[in-house]
C-alpha cells in the first residue's frame, strides 16, 4: 500500500475502485454511502447488544457459543471495513491517527485480544463512540458545528481548569492532613493518604460514609469542606459556559458532510473548495 499524497491545492489522485470503495465508505450523500452507514450504525448496536448479553450469565451459559461466533463475525467485518478505509485514502496515517481511526481501531482490537485475555472483549462497547456518525449520515450537520464549538470551548478553557483543579488538589491534601491529626486512627484516618481519601469525597459532595469525623473540631472542619465543595463544583462550569457563549458569537458557520479523500477530515465549512487540514481540492 502505497502513500500517495497530493501537493495541497491539487484535487486528489484516487480513481478506479479506490475512488468508489471511497465514495461508499466516508461519503453520507450518495445512495450507496448513506445504505453503508445505516447498515455500519445497524451492526454497530447489534455487537453492543451481543456484547451485552454476553456479560448476563444465565444468558451466556445458554447461548454463549452464539453469542461469541456472531461476536467474531462482525469483528471481522469491522476488521475488513477498518482495512478498506486505510486503502482508500491517499494518507492512510492521517486517517488512522485521527478520532475516528482511532476509534474504529478499538473497537476491533479487544475481541483478538481475548484470545490471550479472556473478557477483555467486553471493551468492544468502545464500539458506541461509533455511533457519532449518525450525524452525519442523518445530515444533521448543525450537531457538528455544535459539537466543534464545544470542542473549542473546552480546548479554551483547560488551562484554567488545570490551575483551578491543581489549587483544589493542594486543598484537599492540607484538609486530609489537618485531618489526620485531628481525627487520628481511632476514627479512621489511619494515614495522611486515607485521610485526603476522605477530603476529596467530601469536597466532591459524595460522602459515601466509610470514613466520617468523629470529634467536633473535626466534623466543624468536614462542614467546612461540604459547604466549600458546593462552590468548587461551579467554578469549571462557569468556566467552561462563558468559552461556549464566547464560541457561540464567534462560530456561525455551516458544515457539510464531504469527507476530504486525501486525509478523510469531515466538518468542512458548506462552501469550502479545498480540505482545511491538508489542502486538497474537495
Known sequence: MTDQTAPPGEPSRLHGWRAKV????????????KLFDVVLILT???????VSLESVPEIRLRYGSGLRAAEWVITILFTIEYILRLLCVERPLSYATSFFGIVDLL???PTYISVLVPGTQALTVVR????????????LVQYVSEARTLNNALRASWKKIFVFLFAVLMVVVIVGSLMYLIEGPEHGFDSIPRAVYWAVVTLTTVGYGDIAPGTPLGQFLAMCVMILGYGIIAVPTGIVTRELVREDRLDRSTFSTQSCQTCSAEGHDADASHCKYCGTKL
Open 107 to 109: 473497537a476491533i482490537l
Open 44 to 50: 454497530i448496536l447489534i455487537s453492543i447488544v451481543v
Open 128 to 139: 458506541v463512540l461509533r455511533l457519532l456518525r449518525v450525524f452525519r449520515v442523518l445530515k
Open 22 to 33: 471511497h465514495e461508499v465508505i466516508f461519503e453520507a450523500d450518495t445512495p450507496a454511502g
